[in-house]
Nanobody, 129 residues
Framework: EVQLVESGGGLVQAGESLRLSCAASGFTFDDYAIGWFRQAPGKERERVGCISGSEGSAYYVDSVKGRFTISSDNAKNTVYLQMYRLQTEDTAVYYC??????????????????????WGQGTQVTVSS
């Protein structure tokens, strides 16, 4: 059974950092991609970034590029989202999800979200001003 568990969320002040973890089980991360998403209250879910398990390449949306870093520890089947210089606009529930290894770059638009079949329960990140 595929399972993803996020952790590491919390309350921080603007400008501070936070690291989220996504622990995966039930599959070998090398063969998959892990995407990070977030959803703020009253807003639609949006993509944050993605890492390919086979290539180790990470991709980011423009709003977090240069502030967020996605990395993985394949031995631990864990993916990390390191967030620096957090802003109040980063407040959201953060989710990780798994997809086939090419998903980071192969899918676009709504197909991107549909490609991720297994999701974690989410972890709350709140950034205060």
């Amino acid at each position: 059974e595929v399972q993803l568990v996020e952790s590491g969320g919390g309350l921080v002040q603007a400008g501070e950092s936070l690291r989220l973890s996504c622990a995966a089980s039930g599959f070998t991360f090398d063969d998959y991609a892990i995407g990070w998403f977030r959803q703020a209250p009253g807003k639609e879910r949006e993509r944050v970034g993605c890492i390919s398990g086979s290539e180790g390449s990470a991709y980011y949306v423009d709003s977090v590029k240069g502030r967020f870093t996605i990395s993985s520890d394949n031995a631990k089947n864990t993916v990390y989202l390191q967030m620096y210089r957090l802003q109040t606009e980063d407040t959201a529930v953060y989710y990780c999800a798994s997809a086939e290894s090419s998903a980071c770059t192969y899918y676009t638009g709504p197909y991107y979200y549909e490609a991720f079949g297994s999701w974690g329960q989410g972890t709350q990140v709140t950034v205060s001003s």
